[in-house]
């Protein structure tokens, strides 16, 4: 997204209408931009006007107890001094992003959004001709779960029977000759362990036995032990 | 539907999410770990909270556990609220929305989203406000602010805001070019504005 286009973005992402990955890039923009600083604060009015079409609803009395119980003994923390801008809520921890990324990638896949990767496999004429990535793909049971990363998308097959993954890509946002995409499979606690490095569109087998979630990032090229930036992409493998 | 239920809030939270006063009081001392300002402020400020939530996840189970969510992140992030950067209720609610949002983007409430949105579509445009009681803008004001957007202006903001859609589904699901789209989004949303600070 270039500077110009990124501008536009800010009524959507007042509404919140962004999904995570331009939440991400929108912010970032916001720190230095002083028009869209304004812009994002002179809807404020309007988001309270929208919000209270809403009708008011009181929460069983049950919810109010349920909350002072869950209420921590100790006073909330004081805020860091320069600290983040006030009128937005917190900002994400990394994990609840990583499930914000795995749910955005669930919606997408459920609403239908960026199908479109084909499948156009032809069935072999003898299963030892097939690569290790052709058999976890001819797999009966596999599974194919998508995520996006800008316009482009990641299309993973999974087979529990194969104890493999492999990874499908289209239009994933250059990097640089630098740079490299590498894959993760983060176990349940969310803890990566590489998957290997993209070479190409794929598609290609992915090392290992794959995790609940596979995590796409940007390393330098030859690879990283552990992820050195942000995923891009986070997709769900259940 | 528990929706049928939902009593106004009292005078009295009207009055001081009227002034912001009240909510941002509340809030600096909810910000110092002052408990029985937190009950004061969930008390007042909870009804408007939930509707919220509720429109947006349309599933009172889920809006419940939202709700909590919402609550705990107040109780939690008080100390950052500064009063000279906008409303004390503006801030609650744009947290609220946010976790709603979240919420309904998951893949649990991604299944009814469609059904959803159906069904507050064809309730028509002015149904969703014409029985509110607004706490902080008269609803005539809100009313009569919405009906200066477009139909397509509309629609696009609601889908977005109670819909929890982007504006990239907002534009598939609309068959729209996604220009269209975002444009519709901005335009209405900053008619809305100009309306809302213009006729106050
Ligand atoms: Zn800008």
């Keep these: 997204m270039n500077d110009d286009e990124i501008h536009e973005l800010a009524g959507a992402y007042a509404l919140g209408a962004v999904d995570d990955i331009e939440r991400a890039s929108f912010e970032r923009h916001l720190k230095t931009c002083a028009a869209c600083q304004e812009e994002v604060a002179s809807y404020d009015d309007a988001l309270v006007a929208l919000a209270s079409t809403a009708?008011?609803?009181?929460?069983?009395?049950?919810?109010?107890?349920?909350?002072?119980?869950?209420?921590?003994?100790?006073?909330?923390?004081?805020?860091?001094?320069?600290?983040?801008?006030?009128?937005?809520?917190?900002?994400?921890?990394?994990?609840?992003?990583?499930?914000?990324?795995?749910?955005?990638?669930?919606?997408?896949?459920?609403?239908?959004?960026?199908?479109?990767?084909?499948?156009?496999?032809?069935?072999?004429?003898?299963?030892a001709?097939?690569?290790?990535?052709?058999?976890?793909?001819?797999?009966?049971?596999?599974?194919?779960?998508?995520?996006?990363?800008?316009?482009?998308?990641?299309?993973?097959t999974?087979?529990?029977?194969?104890?493999?993954?492999?990874?499908?890509?289209?239009?994933?946002?250059?990097?640089?000759?630098?740079?490299?995409?590498?894959?993760?499979?983060?176990?349940?606690?969310?803890?990566?362990?590489?998957?290997?490095?993209?070479?190409?569109?794929?598609?290609?087998?992915?090392?290992?036995?794959?995790?609940?979630?596979?995590a796409l990032s940007v390393e330098p090229s030859g690879g990283s032990k552990a992820p050195t930036t942000k995923p891009v992409v986070l997709v769900a493998l259940t | 539907m528990m929706v049928g239920m939902a009593p106004a809030s009292s005078p009295r939270a009207r009055e001081d999410a009227a002034s912001g006063s009240g909510v941002s009081g509340l809030l600096t001392a909810v910000a110092s770990g002052d408990r029985a300002a937190f009950e004061r402020l969930y008390d007042e400020t909870a009804p408007r909270v939930h509707g919220l939530v509720l429109r947006v996840l349309a599933d009172p189970a889920q809006a419940e556990e939202v709700t909590q969510e919402v609550f705990l992140e107040i109780w939690r992030t008080a100390p950052r609220f500064e009063a000279a950067r906008g409303s004390a209720f503006g801030w609650l609610l744009t947290i609220a929305h946010r976790r709603a949002v979240d919420r309904v983007r998951s893949s649990a409430a991604a299944r009814t989203r469609d059904v959803t949105y159906e069904r507050q579509a064809s309730a028509g445009p002015y149904d969703s406000t014409a029985e509110t009681?607004?706490?902080?803008?008269?609803?005539?004001?809100?009313?009569?602010?919405?009906?200066?957007?477009?139909?397509?202006?509309?629609?696009?903001?609601?889908?977005?805001?109670?819909?929890?859609?982007?504006?990239?589904?907002?534009?598939?699901?609309?068959?729209?070019?996604?220009?269209?789209?975002?444009?519709?989004?901005?335009?209405?949303?900053?008619?809305?504005?100009?309306?809302i600070g213009g006729e106050r």
């Design chain 2, 133 to 195: 009681v607004t706490a902080l803008l008269d609803a005539e004001q809100v009313r009569g602010a919405l009906a200066r957007l477009t139909d397509h202006q509309r629609e696009a903001v609601e889908m977005a805001y109670f819909g929890g859609r982007t504006h990239t589904e907002i534009a598939e699901t609309l068959g729209i070019p996604l220009g269209t789209a975002k444009s519709r989004i901005r335009d209405g949303l900053r008619r809305l504005r100009d309306h």
């Design chain 1, 158 to 214: 999974a087979s529990a029977a194969e104890r493999a993954a492999t990874i499908t890509t289209d239009r994933l946002p250059p990097v640089g000759s630098d740079r490299t995409y590498q894959a993760w499979f983060l176990d349940a606690s969310g803890t990566p362990r590489s998957a290997g490095l993209l070479r190409d569109d794929g598609p290609q087998l992915l090392t290992g036995v794959p995790g609940p979630s596979l």
């Design chain 1, 129 to 156: 001709s097939l690569s290790p990535a052709e058999r976890v793909r001819l797999a009966p049971d596999a599974k194919e779960y998508q995520g996006r990363v800008g316009d482009g998308f990641v299309l993973v």
């Design chain 1, 55 to 127: 009708r008011p609803v009181a929460p069983p009395p049950a919810l109010k107890s349920r909350i002072m119980d869950a209420l921590p003994e100790q006073a909330p923390a004081p805020a860091p001094a320069g600290a983040r801008p006030a009128h937005r809520p917190e900002r994400r921890t990394f994990a609840s992003r990583t499930r914000l990324l795995v749910a955005a990638a669930v919606v997408a896949l459920l609403a239908g959004v960026g199908v479109g990767i084909a499948q156009p496999w032809q069935q072999p004429t003898s299963v």
